[in-house]
């Protein structure tokens, strides 16, 4: 039996480290954490995409208490994009949120499973890794592709 040795690369930076437009992207991911609907959990998410042609797409976590009919931030910025712009490719995604007494996270929040997957179905659809930012008051961590956060993903076959 042999030993795989998986190793995700995933950056650690303060927001002055990131370009203008990553910290722009982040700035509008914070905002989006507003206009969450979170009467269940409290926990806030927002999340904002650049696509390859510029445009940039807010989303946010949507909670129902018909759980699971809700939506996380990630997904609901993913999908909007791809029923306005189904063409162009998410270059990169922005996520931050913000705790039950209304204060951002200190540490970085990262996506759910759920979201995992559909980040790796859109990176696979284009045929291009994203650029993840994941904020947190402490520390931004950066990496390019899920497959850092998720090594072995399922794809289709």
Do not use: W
């Amino acid at each position: 039996m042999k030993e795989l040795k998986l190793k995700p690369v995933i950056m650690e930076c303060q927001m002055e480290e990131l370009t203008n437009d990553e910290q722009f992207l982040l700035q509008k991911a914070i905002e989006s954490t507003n206009n969450s609907y979170a009467k269940y959990s409290h926990f806030h998410v927002g999340a904002a995409i650049q696509l390859s042609n510029g445009v940039v797409i807010p989303g946010c976590n949507q909670e129902n208490a018909a759980f699971p009919a809700g939506i996380c931030a990630e997904r609901s910025a993913i999908f909007a994009a791809g029923a306005q712009y189904p063409d162009e490719a998410v270059e990169v995604i922005a996520i931050a949120a913000r705790e039950p007494g209304g204060e951002l996270t200190s540490e970085p929040v990262s996506p759910c499973g759920t979201c995992r997957q559909v980040i790796i179905e859109t990176e696979t659809r284009f045929s291009k890794p994203m650029r993840i930012l994941l904020y947190g008051k402490n520390r931004i961590y950066v990496m390019d592709g899920i497959k850092n956060l998720m090594p072995l993903s399922f794809t289709e076959f």
